[in-house]
């Protein structure tokens, strides 16, 4: 079963060489676990067919079980609704508060107002933001910036949270707080998935790990593995 499943997935850009090539794994409910590899061994690339802003060239991404080559049109957005995204940058909007920021997926979606202000103060919270919903994201420092990026990709419930280097613009004590937050939220049955070329920081939070080279699936480490070494 799982939540997500690659099935022989290789993906080819347009004049490009393989950027994935036979890719196979499983993620279940639940479970956290990192992607790492050179840089252009396929991460981002690997996320973006998950999200569907890409689609593979051969095999297929299954999501819930349902291959994902068969949604289209209207359905791409409500798929996205079930991923939630974290990135980088943590791609905020500058004008807007910290609240409006993670308020937004659920405005677009037309919740009611009442039910977002009690959603938003509850992830606000969580994330240790509290009382600094009315900061814009400028008065935030790089941690805290982060931090509302990953309250924006969980405030819809997503089935999984994809993250895309979130710790490449933070210190490394920054970085190992912001991974023990992703580490907390699987107790809900959210999967984590993050890529990062910080081998270190993956390795010391002693979860499963995939290690992409040249678009390959070179390895598949277990936490049992991982504690071995
Ligand atoms: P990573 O995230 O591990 O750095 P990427 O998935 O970004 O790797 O890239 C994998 C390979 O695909 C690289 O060789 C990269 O140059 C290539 N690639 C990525 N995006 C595109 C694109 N839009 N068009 C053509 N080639 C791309
Ligand atoms: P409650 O659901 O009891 O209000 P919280 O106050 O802790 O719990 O969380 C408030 C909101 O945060 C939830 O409605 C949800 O949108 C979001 N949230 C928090 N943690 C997660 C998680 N791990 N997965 C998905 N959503 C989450």
Partial sequence: MGILRFDNVSKRYAGGQDALAEVSFTVEPGEMLFITGHSGAGKSTLLKL?????????????????????????RVAMHRRDVGVV???????????????????????????????????G??????????????????????QQRVGIARALIGEP???VADEPTGNLDPTLSAEIMDLFASLPERGTSVLIASH???????????????DHGRLADDISPEDLADE
């Fill in 159 to 161: 089935r999984l949270l």
């Fill in 50 to 74: 998950i999200q569907l802003a890409e689609r593979p060239s051969r095999g297929a991404v299954l999501f819930d079980e349902k291959n994902l080559l068969k949604v289209r049109g209207r």
């Fill in 87 to 121: 990135y980088q940058d943590h791609q905020l909007l500058t004008d807007r508060s910290v609240y409006e920021n993670v308020a937004l997926p659920l405005i677009l979606r037309g919740m009611r107002r009442g039910e977002i202000g009690k959603r938003v103060r």
């Fill in 198 to 212: 910080d081998l270190g920081l993956v390795k010391r939070m002693k979860k499963r790990v995939l290690v992409l």
């Fill in 123 to 144: 992830i606000v919270e969580r994330m240790g933001l509290g009382g600094r919903e009315k900061a814009l994201p400028t008065q935030l420092s790089a941690g805290e």
